[in-house]
T-cell receptor
Framework: GQQLNQSPQSMFIQEGEDVSMNCTSS?????WLWYKQDPGEGPVLLIA?????ELTSNGRLTAQFGITRKDSFLNISASIPSDVGIYFC????????????FGKGTKLTVNP | DAGVIQSPRHEVTEMGQEVTLRCKPI?????LFWYRQTMMRGLELLIY????????DSGMPEDRFSAKMPNASFSTLKIQPSEPRDSAVYFC???????????FGPGTRLTVT
């Protein structure tokens, strides 16, 4: 089945630094989503991307849908302690039985 | 709205016992999803329903797993008999339309000893 390769697996940064993480796949997706999961909670949608090449911002977060439709990245600018959590990418397959496939997550730690 | 409600939040059971996880989706949402999250495999879609009808259950790992949605406001995921490898966090999510945002519940942490 489809798989998403999300990297890095974990990041340790200082407050104020910018962060970048990405997801790649050998399959084409027609939607890319980025979620954040806090400890003990379910994932919460941060940004949704629906068109190849689309660049979307949500506050300090910016995400892009790759032109090849096989990748996406998420940037966080000027990180703050509450950015701590696990960030997941998810891609929606096209055609046939549509599914949302999740990456394994990037665990972000922000040192104040 | 209260969001997606799941119960119990934590479940500890012995191998061989039946486990039933419950979910109440957001009112008005027509899609409901069950996911399993583990360190090794990440988030996996188990099954999803549209208007209470199971659409895709190809992610259900074995016949020991079953899911039902008797009405628009309630769904269950049952494991019988449970095994230690079923230990995971199980999430329920709902959405209005398949392509729209899925709202996740807080999850049920299942431990099978």
């Amino acid at each position: 089945g489809q798989q998403l390769n999300q990297s890095p697996q974990s990041m340790f940064i200082q407050e104020g630094e910018d962060v970048s993480m990405n997801c790649t796949s050998s399959s084409i997706f027609n939607t890319w989503l980025w979620y954040k999961q806090d400890p003990g909670e379910g994932p919460v949608l941060l940004i949704a991307l629906y068109k190849a090449g689309e660049l979307t911002s949500n506050g300090r977060l910016t995400a892009q849908f790759g032109i090849t439709r096989k990748d996406s990245f998420l940037n966080i600018s000027a990180s703050i302690p509450s950015d701590v959590g696990i960030y997941f990418c998810a891609g929606r397959t096209q055609g046939g039985s549509e599914k949302l496939v999740f990456g394994k997550g990037t665990k972000l730690t922000v040192n104040p | 709205d209260a969001g997606v409600i799941q119960s119990p939040r934590h479940e500890v059971t012995e191998m061989g016992q039946e486990v039933t996880l419950r979910c109440k989706p957001i009112s008005g949402h027509d899609y409901l999803f069950w996911y399993r999250q583990t360190m090794m495999r990440g988030l996996e879609l188990l099954i999803y329903f549209n208007n209470n009808v199971p659409i895709d259950d190809s992610g259900m790992p074995e016949d020991r797993f079953s899911a039902k949605m008797p009405n628009a406001s309630f769904s269950t995921l049952k494991i019988q008999p449970s095994e230690p490898r079923d230990s995971a966090v199980y999430f329920c999510a709902s959405s209005l339309g398949f392509v729209n945002e899925q709202y996740f519940g807080p999850g049920t942490r299942l431990t099978v000893t």
